[in-house]
């Protein structure tokens, strides 16, 4: 489980403040950029909801994308780096609110352009597809299983990964579990990259089931 990894991504995902007149530039350095596009996606769902309701699975999957997609920069997923965006957007939530944050949408689109996939593929070759969505899954029912509002597609989730253990005759153990990491962990990296979160895991449950 990534509960320990992802936990404190959800709270970091949800702040907003208010627009203000201050210009906003998209930083060049990676986590930066990263942790900065969080924040406009944080602000541009929090506009479309309202400061009290909770936002849509759909639109806190988008602000989680960041941090996913700065940890699959390279083939394999980390889980270090996705912490020092979480950690920035937490510090960055009141100076994008307080700013211009609408005009940095289509640069954050440009930056990260699998956020803004229309049409999910999942990977060809079904145990690369497996394990993404098993650890995709995983990583969204970490992030926000504290979240009631999410608990029926997190449910559906949890049922598609405990079909996939089923097939697989559970987990990896012993000497072999660094390398099931190690396999997992670009598996992962491979499914961030394949569109919005939410978006990739309907495709998952589409097509495993």
Avoid at 2 to 16: P, V
Avoid at 51 to 74: T, W
Avoid at 137 to 151: H, I, M, P, T
Wanted: aromatic content about 4%.
């Amino acid at each position: 489980m990534r509960g320990k990894e992802t936990g404190a991504l959800i709270a970091a995902a949800m702040l907003l403040a208010s627009c203000g007149p201050k210009t906003l530039v998209l930083p060049e350095e990676p986590v930066d950029r990263a942790a900065t596009c969080g924040a406009v996606a944080a602000a541009s769902g929090r506009l479309a909801t309202g400061v009290a309701a909770p936002l849509p699975l759909e639109a806190i999957g988008k602000v989680l994308h960041y941090p996913m997609l700065a940890g699959s920069a390279g083939d394999s997923f980390s889980t270090d780096t996705a912490t020092q965006v979480q950690d920035r957007m937490a510090e960055l939530q009141d100076s994008i609110g307080e700013g211009k944050w609408q005009e940095l949408i289509p640069a954050c689109q440009a930056a990260f352009p699998a956020t803004a996939v229309d049409e999910v593929i999942l990977p060809a070759d079904t145990r690369t597809a497996r394990l993404g969505c098993d650890e995709l899954g995983d990583f969204l029912r970490s992030a926000l299983k504290v979240q009631e509002e999410y608990a029926k597609e997190l449910g559906e989730y949890r049922r598609l990964s405990n079909e996939f253990e089923r097939r697989a005759g559970g987990r990896s153990s012993g000497s072999s579990r660094a390398a099931a990491k190690n396999e997992q962990d670009k598996a992962l990296a491979t499914m961030v990259k394949a569109g919005p979160p939410v978006a990739v895991m309907r495709q998952c449950l589409k097509r495993f089931g």
